[in-house]
């Protein structure tokens, strides 16, 4: 089992792999850069960290890795996420999770208390360049989705609200805005 140290490197690995592959890199480039990088930040042999993204996930090969990887890019982390979860120690899973912004527990969605899930979709495009950016600046997607929507929501719900009481009242539907 993987514990945390080698867990938050792996997770490393995937935050420079991600911000390379978004800049263009092909995934295998981006891959090796990632693993190069993070090596020396830990200073340890780039075999090490090949090893620990490779073998100590239970990979028979690196190209069982880069199926994972180029599957991730096209917007479906659940194989790769899986892997890392079945190989790491337990009080590792939320680092995971917190990664990949998905609130999994055996593989359902797990609601929050006083919260409703809702579900979006964005371009390719668009959701490499939010997973880039929020990869970055080291924020949770789940958590950065829930807070823009919440000001989007209450925002609209303020002028939706002021449109309907000046409709009511006869005047004409500004909602507050000049």
């Keep these: ?95 995971i999770r917190d990664f990949f912004g998905q609130e999994i527990q055996d593989g359902v969605k797990a609601p929050s208390k006083g919260s409703e899930p809702f579900s979006v979709r964005l371009s390719a495009a668009e959701a490499r360049k939010l997973r880039a950016m929020l990869m970055v600046k080291d924020e949770s997607l789940s958590e950065w989705l829930s807070k823009k929507v919440s000001e989007l929501v209450n925002r609209e719900y303020r002028l939706w609200v002021a449109d309907e009481a000046d409709r009511i009242s006869g005047t004409k539907g500004t909602g507050g805005r000049q």
């Design 1 to 95: 089992m993987l514990e945390m140290k080698s867990i938050e490197q792996i997770i490393a690995v995937m935050k420079k792999f991600w911000a390379r592959h978004s800049g263009g890199d092909p995934v295998v480039k981006a891959y090796q850069c990632a693993v190069d990088h993070v090596s020396k930040q830990y200073g340890v042999a780039y075999q090490t960290i090949g090893d620990l993204c490779r073998r100590r996930l239970g990979l028979k090969s690196v190209n069982d890795l880069y199926n994972l990887l180029e599957r991730w890019t096209v917007g479906d982390p659940q194989a790769l996420m899986q892997t890392l979860m079945e190989n790491s120690a337990t009080e590792g899973h939320h680092v």
